[in-house]
């Protein structure tokens, strides 16, 4: 069982959280003016990526918030956690645990 | 009490405590300390199975958990009853207690005459793949020949009859240094790791004493004195540390991610006095900052025809029995081997008074030290011999062995008269924990073997599971892993062995039954047959002669092999890889698994506060998500159909009562609630008046409907929203998820309030005159409470919430209060409502009321692709609101084509005739297969107040085509209906919407 470091509560055991599939992706700020080429890329198109992908996850079991995290889908491993609403940060650095 | 094969003095079983078990009915003796196996061989038997496929005598191979041969059924607590029986323990591991009752297993009748014994001679047909190949054809066979043969033939011995009637724990744990074994490695490993004595170390050890191989070692010594001196010593050391937790009998079964290690401890089972309150077993979850692998290895056996008769053991195990248990395994012993590490055995075996003979496979020049020490014992030793077969069938009789040559040829063959062989290919790391962890495996050519390389975790392997062997370097192994530093003296070791795959012989390969896997019954030649065929891949070898696959995931077979697929395919073993290793390393019982979760505790029912008296008034139940919720009360001999037909009839004539506590509430809060609700939902929030409520729609940002239900705006920023059932924790996740991470700046907050407050709905013509006596600080006129409005006050005292809404069509109003006022209200309400025949209903008679007057349940008619315009639910979408979660996806190419399913209604031709739930819709019954659906039906009910049956369908253009007629799927074949509005029943007083 992996453990994840809430960045509110900090290492939790994986069963205390939620995945919320792919980070980053900004919903459109006017729908109405989007594509819906657009619109459908927003829906449904994720990068699906082998190595480091970020993602949104909440802590549902624990202090109930949502953050972003970078997690290796190879290893399995989380490089690191932040808050939502901050940059992605740079792959590999601020480490959580190796 | 008979122990002829019991040593008058030494071993490390307690004298003083003599015992006896029950082995297939006859007792055998023993004392603390032993194990089954241990008896039985001190009984002068080794007769301790019937191999699998075959139904072979077999006996003891191995003295350790990686027994593959004498597999037992043991009912722990037979005094106490059934329910306490589990099949395949191993014998070497069976810590003897008074009163264990233990079976062998794959025999019919008996162990010492078994009718399966035929398939021996039938083994041709049994060779590599022939489950694949056999049981393919002809089909007609499968119900009535394979599938028997195979249930019977599959898998090991008995399942239990019974549930386990016993109870077993768990428990987390965290710590700095996590010991995995607790022989010289481990050890030293454990005293080095909790020096600091802020450093929490576990050391688990699955046997039931610790000191691992030097348990079974009477020579060598540690700094002077015996090697178990040097054990007491460092446990007494660990004991006083308080930092140290010491675990024996607790197997690291499992390595998952983050050092996530899980363990399983025997707390029980060899007690002799356990109270019946005591968990049988406890499964540990352990967080490590570190672990410290010291699983010691396991040593392989020689490959020869008839390797596996009884008293052909493994040399180590010979020594463990002499040593440890003062057992005898026979009086005469061949020692046969590859490596140096069995001359001790034979030195053991010699010092205990057995005959001994050693046949070395090496050349005179290629062994070391250990040749001379035993000629200088007197033991015989042939170097450079073979082992071409073993004689005897329930016992081994005898060993032919013969020189082989220069070149590889047989000389002439002698046969050693013997009972008992101790047999030694050398040794095999047990890597089995390292490669869970995700470790890479590096082979190791000299040693012959796959070590620990690149780590995928902090971890760190010591001792023989990382490749080292002589006892003094162990030691030292251990120490450095744990932090630490140390140098002893130690006894050296016999190291160096050749490794071997096969045994040259010049019998004809095709017909030996050379056995490489004990347990799966795979020989040498089955792997052989399997690389002819084409198999190259071990990953693929082992799925087609199942070598490996047993309970004991090929301790001692996998590296045999490996081997052999490699020699046959000409390539180094490298290349053939290795198979991967998983959990858990030894069986664990489901027990332990499930811990306490079971019965009433494996998914906890949820119920209302109303559930006793619904209990009580003889409610039928059926579960709703987590919830039972009372389905229909039936009166003396009514079934559900009756039952449903008089509570629908009563609601509409005068009064029915109704238990919606389940309902999920949410309470939305703050000054920009409106706002929220106005984006999340399809509907425009603004204008809703305090004290008034609405029927809200929620879609998905892909536009399909997620949830509904009535919304009451409690104050200008406050809103009470309830949701189905079912949808209730998903609906508050979806909300909190726009709050936090699209919305953050709109200050709300949520809160679920299902449990807070109990629901009970009144609904039907006289709902109001039952209600209104009890009710205080409530003006019921219509102008100022109408339908779909909300108030507070009280209600038989108790503050509630009081909605007039009706999910019914009849006047109707659901009572809030705190949930554990609810069932004292409820009562109150009942008893009045006596003098309107009140009637108790559940949920079938409210899904039909609420498909007579056309009202939709989300999940029911919707299943994740319908839109609000499917549902004939449009008026509900805001066309002013610039924006809401879905809203753009409404007008997407598909979601505005022609041909979508639309909510119809359904009136079959006869009308008694209550079509399916779920059943197809067709415009022309005679049709060519496969046919052109049109849609489906999705709710369906004998309605009494309509006089007929209804249903709700989903169907293409549905709404396009009312009063046309269709076809639906009945089990019989089609059926008639006529499309129609999805609303049935005309009633005169409420309307749902506001
Ligand atoms: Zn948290």
């Not at chain 2, 003979?357 to 033991?379: K, N, S, Y």
């Not at chain 2, 879609?699 to 309830?722: N, S």
């Not at chain 2, 209903?841 to 498909?851: A, I, Q, S, W």
Request: glycine share 10%.
């Amino acid at each position: 069982m992996l453990l994840i470091r809430c960045p509110y509560c900090g290492e939790r055991p994986e069963v205390e959280f939620h995945c919320g599939g792919e980070a980053h992706i900004a919903r459109p700020e006017t729908p109405t003016e989007t594509s819906d080429a657009d619109w459908a890329g927003f829906l449904y198109y994720r990068t699906n990526p082998r190595g480091v992908h970020a993602e949104r996850w909440v802590h549902n079991h624990g202090c109930g918030r949502w953050f972003n995290a970078l997690r290796d889908t190879v290893s399995d491993r989380f490089v690191t956690t932040y808050e939502m609403g901050t940059p992605r940060p740079e792959a590999g650095s601020d480490v959580t645990r190796a | 009490m008979n122990q002829p094969f019991r040593l008058a003095a030494g071993g490390r079983v307690d004298r003083s405590r003599p015992l006896t078990v029950t082995f297939n009915g006859r007792k055998l003796s023993g004392y603390r300390g032993d194990t089954i196996a241990s008896m039985l061989l001190a009984s002068g038997s080794h007769l301790a199975g019937r191999s699998f496929k075959y139904h072979r005598p077999r006996g003891i191979l191995s003295h350790g958990s990686d027994e593959p041969s004498a597999l037992l059924s043991v009912d722990w607590r037979a005094d106490r009853g059934p329910g306490y029986r589990d099949p395949n323990n191993r014998a070497t591991v069976v810590e003897a207690r008074e009163g264990l009752v233990a079976k062998t297993q794959n025999h019919w009748p008996s162990l010492e005459t078994d009718v399966g014994a035929v398939n021996d001679l039938l083994s041709p047909i049994f060779v590599a793949g022939f489950y694949y190949k056999t049981f393919m054809w002809p089909r007609k066979f499968w119900d009535k020949v394979y599938e028997p043969v195979i249930r019977r033939a599959a898998g090991l011995g008995e399942a239990p009859e019974v549930p386990d009637s016993d109870r077993y724990a768990n428990r987390h744990a965290h710590c700095d240094v996590l010991v995995v074994g607790a022989g010289p490695a481990g050890l030293s490993a454990a005293l080095a790791a909790s020096a600091d004595g802020s450093k929490r170390v576990i050391l688990a050890d699955e046997g039931f004493e610790l000191g691992g191989s030097l348990l079974n070692d009477a020579t060598s010594t540690i700094e002077g004195k015996p090697a178990m001196a040097w054990v007491e010593e460092t446990l007494a050391a660990l004991d006083a540390r308080e930092n140290v937790v010491v675990l024996p009998r607790t197997t690291v079964f499992g390595y998952y991610n983050h050092n996530h290690v899980a363990m399983v401890e025997r707390v029980a089972d060899h007690r002799d006095a356990a109270p019946e309150s005591l968990a049988r077993e406890r499964l540990w979850q352990v967080r490590a900052g570190e672990v410290i692998l010291a699983a010691g290895s396991h040593e392989r056996p020689l490959v020869f025809e008839n390797n596996d008769r009884p008293g052909i053991m493994l040399a180590d195990s010979v020594r463990a029995f002499i040593n440890r248990y003062a057992v005898l395994p026979g009086k005469e012993i061949v020692v046969a081997t590859s490596g140096a590490s069995a001359y001790r055995a034979a030195l053991d075996a010699k010092a205990a008074g057995m005959g001994v003979t050693l046949v070395d496979i090496r050349l005179e020049q290629d062994c070391g030290a250990e040749l001379a020490d035993a000629r200088a014992a007197g033991i015989t030793v042939k170097t450079g011999h073979t082992v071409i077969k073993s004689l005897g069938t329930k016992r081994v009789t005898g060993l032919v062995v013969a020189p082989l040559g220069n070149g590889g040829q047989i000389g002439d063959k002698t046969t050693l008269a013997c009972d008992c062989v101790g047999m030694s290919g050398g040794w095999t790391p047990s890597v089995h924990l390292f490669s869970q962890s995700r470790g890479k495996l590096a082979f190791d050519a000299e040693l012959d073997a796959f070590l620990p390389g690149q780590s995928a975790q902090a971890e760190r392997s010591a001792g023989a599971c990382h490749g080292v062997y002589d006892l003094a370097a162990v030691i030292a192994d251990g120490a450095k892993a744990g932090g630490g530093s140390v140098t002893v003296e130690a006894t050296p070791s016999y190291t160096g062995f050749q490794p071997v795959r096969v045994l040259p012989t010049d019998a004809d390969p095709s017909r030996v039954k050379a056995f490489i896997d004990f347990q799966n019954d795979v020989t040498a030649k089955d792997i052989k047959l399997a690389v002819r065929e084409g198999f190259q891949s071990i990953e693929h070898v082992k799925r087609y002669t199942t070598t490996g696959m047993a309970t004991d995931q090929g301790k001692t077979s996998n590296m045999n092999a490996l081997g052999l697929v490699a020699g046959t395919l000409g390539r180094e073993l490298p290349a053939v890889g290795t198979t991967t290793f998983r959990p858990p390393y030894t069986p664990v019982t489901f027990g332990a698994l499930v811990g306490p979760a079971r019965d009433d505790l494996f998914d906890p029912v949820r119920k209302t506060a109303i559930d006793p008296w619904a209990e009580k008034n003889g409610a039928v139940f059926e579960p709703v998500g987590l919830w039972r919720r009372a389905r229909y009360f039936p009166k003396d001999g009514e079934d559900m159909r009756a039952a449903v037909a008089r509570e629908t009839k009563a609601v509409r004539t005068s009064v029915g009562i109704f238990d919606a506590s389940t309902l999920g509430k949410i309470e939305i809060v703050g000054p920009d609630a409106a706002e929220f609700m106005n984006r999340i939902y399809t509907n425009a929030w603004t204008k809703l008046k305090p004290g008034r409520c609405r029927y809200g729609l929620m879609l998905r940002e892909d536009g399909f409907v997620y949830d509904d239900g009535v919304v009451a705006r409690l104050a200008e920023d406050r809103f009470h929203v309830t949701t189905t059932t079912g949808g209730a924790p998903r609906v508050l996740a979806h909300m909190e998820d726009y709050l936090q991470t699209e919305w953050p700046d709109l200050d709300v907050f949520l809160t679920s309030i299902t449990e807070q407050w109990a629901v009970i709905a009144l609904q039907g013509p006289n709902a109001r005159k039952l209600l209104e006596p009890f009710v205080t600080d409530v003006d019921f006129s219509d102008d100022v409470f109408p339908h779909m409005s909300v108030t507070s006050g009280f209600v038989c005292g108790v503050p509630c919430r009081l909605f007039r809404v009706s999910f019914t069509g009849e006047q109707g109003f659901e009572i809030n209060v705190p949930a554990d006022y609810a069932e004292s209200v409820w009562k109150t309400l009942y008893e009045a409502g006596q003098k309107y025949d009140i009637v108790p209903y559940g949920t079938e008679t409210m899904h039909v009321l609420r498909c007579e007057v056309g009202f939709i349940i989300v999940g029911q008619e919707t299943d994740g692709t319908a839109t609000p315009d499917d549902l004939g639910l449009s008026g509900l979408v805001s066309k002013v609101k610039p924006d809401f979660v879905g809203k753009r996806s409404l007008t997407r190419p598909d979601m505005v084509a022609s041909g979508r399913k639309q909510l119809v209604g359904l009136l079959t031709k006869n009308s008694d005739e209550v079509l399916d739930e779920g059943a197809q819709i067709v415009d022309d019954p005679a049709q060519p297969i496969p046919m052109k659906m049109l849609g489906h039906v999705t709710s369906s009910y004998a309605s009494s107040n309509c006089g007929r049956s209804i249903a709700m369908a989903m169907l293409a253009d549905g709404r396009s085509r009312i009063g046309e007629t269709v076809w639906v799927t009945t089990p019989q074949g089609f059926t008639e209906a006529t499309i129609s509005n999805a609303v049935f029943y005309d009633v005169k007083g409420e309307t749902a919407d506001a």
